[in-house]
């Protein structure tokens, strides 16, 4: 199955338990496969440096490079301006489209609200788990 992890789900999963570690741990265990771009991972970087968990300048690079190694990188063909609200988050659907992802899973009410987008569903954490 293959999915796009919002920067919430990943900064959740690394900090806390929950729904969203429950999904990094699917990942590593190999039964998703995570599609990313380098604006997920730039994002997932700036904020990680700025957290109010403080992490090591090594464990964010561990953290970047493990989303390069393990997740399908994909360079969107096209621009997309479906969210207006926060048109920063087109990136997810960029990629989500590029990847031929099944699913978006997020926190993001901007990305929520759409509820699908070219047969990809887009998801909070919560009901990921729940579906699969």
Known sequence: MKVVLDTNVLISGIHWKG???QILRKWFNK???VISSLPIIEELVRILMSFKVP???EDITAWE???LEKSIIVIPDNKLEIIKDDPDDNKFLEAAVQGKAEFIIS???HLL???EY???KIVHPKDFIKMI
């Open 19 to 21: 729904d969203s570690n």
């Open 31 to 33: 039964e998703l496969e």
């Open 55 to 57: 992490m090591t300048p």
């Open 65 to 67: 490079d493990l989303i």
């Open 107 to 109: 926190q993001d009410k």
């Open 113 to 115: 609200k759409i509820i």
């Open 118 to 120: 070219e047969r990809i």
